[in-house]
């Protein structure tokens, strides 16, 4: 079964600061990985995913993720935080099985950026 | 172009209640599937859709019904609510079910039961 552990219910940086949101998953097949990022009092939205080819993967914004195999992570990462950027992010993974398949999320990190 | 839109945004109901959740997208999408996100528990798939007419149960179907009886339209219902079921609600559609496909999400209803 797939699964999705997100370390660190709660990040703070400084404005400007490096931003590194972690993510591990377990899956026994290929894993389809996502980051999405929900603001205050809005729905999800897709920051990027990976499916197939080039690990390193380029989002909106500014973020980027990091598929690394070896480690069963996919981290998130931004080199210089903006204020913007505060929200609530989640990674998910594909599960397979059933009438289609679907994504188990994991229990988000909200990212708070101090000026 | 709408995406994704979910009515009501907020409501509070009384335990016993009923009461009905929409949503509708205008993406022309097959799958649909309705999520309650919770502190701390990330989201969860209560029921889903992979075309008009059709409904299967997630991980957390006890006590919600579904039906989709119109391809854009996919309708949550409670029909005895619980304080248990505080929580915000979550539609979202993808074109097809292959694992490689993002999910669009709506901005969520705000249930609270008293």
New interface residues.
Partial sequence: AQSVTQLGSHVSVSEGALVLLRCNYSSSVPPYLFWYVQYPNQGLQLLLKYTTGATLVKGINGFEAEFKKSETSFHLTKPSAHMSDAAEYFCAVTAYGGATNKLIFGTGTLLAVQP | NAG?TQTPKFRVLKTGQSMTLLCAQDMNHE?M?WYRQDP??????IH?S?GEG?T?K?EVPDGYNVSRLKKQNFLLGLESAAPSQTSVY?C?SSFT????Q???????TRLSIL
């Fill in positions: 994704v799958y599937y701390g528990m990330g989201l969860r798939l889903y992979v059709t299967a997630g979550f979202a079910g292959l694992g490689n993002p999910q669009h999400f709506g901005d969520g």
